[in-house]
């Protein structure tokens, strides 16, 4: 079992800048694939990005990719969604999720946080 907290969110302008933190503990968390997802009001949710176990491998959704940053620090078992440029239509509940396995991956997420409201004003 892992357990997921998300915190970072709010209201920001855009263009702004928001970072988002995962903290996650239970199951290893250094061997666990990890994502964010994100769902705006009357919208499904969405991928957003992804990263392995070991920080070599991510993937973007095209609407985020050049303006936000997956990372993670598997000593601190966290990890980080670094939103930049950020635009209304970046406006939506962020959830992070994990995999039973090491791999990025756009599906197949068993664990899911509470979620943390990002609202960014045009």
């Known amino acids: 079992q892992v357990r997921l907290v998300e915190s970072g969110g709010g209201l920001v302008q855009a263009g702004g800048s928001l970072r988002l933190t995962c903290a996650a503990s239970?199951?290893?968390?250094?061997?666990?694939?990890m994502g964010w997802f994100r769902q705006a009001p009357g919208k499904e949710r969405e991928f957003v990005g992804t990263?392995?176990?070991?920080?070599?491998?991510?993937y973007y959704a095209d609407s985020v990719k050049g303006r936000f940053v997956i990372s993670r620090d598997n000593d601190k078992n966290t990890v980080f969604l670094q939103m930049n440029s950020l635009k209304p239509e970046d406006t939506a509940v962020y959830y992070c999720?994990?995999?039973?396995?090491?791999?990025?991956?756009?599906?197949?997420?068993?664990?899911w946080g509470q979620g943390t409201q990002v609202t960014v004003s045009s």
């Open positions: 990263i392995s176990w070991s920080g070599s491998t991510t």
């Open positions: 239970g199951r290893t968390f250094s061997s666990t694939g």
């Open positions: 999720a994990a995999r039973r396995d090491s791999r990025a991956a756009l599906v197949g997420y068993d664990y």
